[in-house]
T-cell receptor, first 112, second 117 residues
Framework: GENVEQHPSTLSVQEGDSAVIKCTYS??????FPWYKQELGKRPQLIID?????GEKKDQRIAVTLNKTAKHFSLHITETQPEDSAVYFC???????????FGSGTRLQVQP | GAGVSQTPSNKVTEKGKYVELRCDPI?????LYWYRQSLGQGPEFLIY????????DSGLPNDRFFAVRPEGSVSTLKIQRTERGDSAVYLC???????????????FGEGSRLTVL
């Protein structure tokens, strides 16, 4: 089955700096890669996703890149703000398998 | 309701007891998922329903775990002979078509925190 590795497990940045979180996946058939944000004690919520037919997608301060050859994808947050502090999860799902496999999460702390 | 609803929000039980966790998905969502999340970990897939049928139950850890969705809406996750290792937050999510589909976003509930003493 699919295996998703995520790093770093924790990331601390100063407000205004950029943050990058990286994930690798094992199943070359995977074609959908969402990122979820989970605040303490809250439910995970989708922040951005990318499909295998594009290499990059951007939404305001958040961007995601995908390298299918290397089987890795990354989340980029620019101009970080204290409210970006949360745990971020990457995930992947493959053709014919409509269930997401999640990474282990990255705890992002933005220092004001 | 507007979102995915899960009950109970907290459940404390003794080792060996039977528990049921309920999920009420967003109206009209055909796909329903159960995940388990331990402290400091990502959600771990358990089972996925498309309509009334379990399309993928490969994540269920053993035969003590079972889930149903008899009318294609509300789902119940059932755990028999609970063990301390079953303690976790059980998350339910629903999706219009299923992850990867054109409207594949998963909407999660707040979760049911299960503690087995």
């Amino acid at each position: 089955g699919e295996n998703v590795e995520q790093h770093p497990s924790t990331l601390s940045v100063q407000e205004g700096d950029s943050a990058v979180i990286k994930c690798t996946y094992s199943d070359s058939a995977s074609n959908y890669f969402p990122w979820y944000k989970q605040e303490l004690g809250k439910r995970p919520q989708l922040i951005i996703d990318i499909r295998s037919n594009v290499g990059e997608k951007k939404d305001q301060r958040i961007a995601v890149t995908l390298n299918k050859t290397a089987k890795h994808f990354s989340l980029h947050i620019t101009e970080t703000q204290p409210e970006d502090s949360a745990v971020y999860f990457c995930a992947a799902s493959g053709a014919g398998r409509r269930a997401l496999t999640f990474g282990s999460g990255t705890r992002l702390q933005v220092q004001p | 309701g507007a979102g995915v609803s899960q009950t109970p929000s907290n459940k404390v039980t003794e080792k060996g007891k039977y528990v049921e966790l309920r999920c009420d998905p967003i109206s009209g969502h055909t796909a329903l998922y159960w995940y388990r999340q331990s402290l400091g970990q990502g959600p771990e897939f358990l089972i996925y329903f498309q309509g009334t049928g379990a399309a993928d139950d490969s994540g269920l850890p053993n035969d003590r775990f079972f889930a149903v969705r008899p009318e294609g809406s509300v789902s119940t996750l059932k755990i028999q002979r609970t063990e301390r290792g079953d303690s976790a937050v059980y998350l339910c999510a629903s999706s219009l078509t299923g992850a990867g589909g054109n409207t594949g976003e998963l909407f999660f509930g707040e979760g049911s925190r299960l503690t087995v003493l």
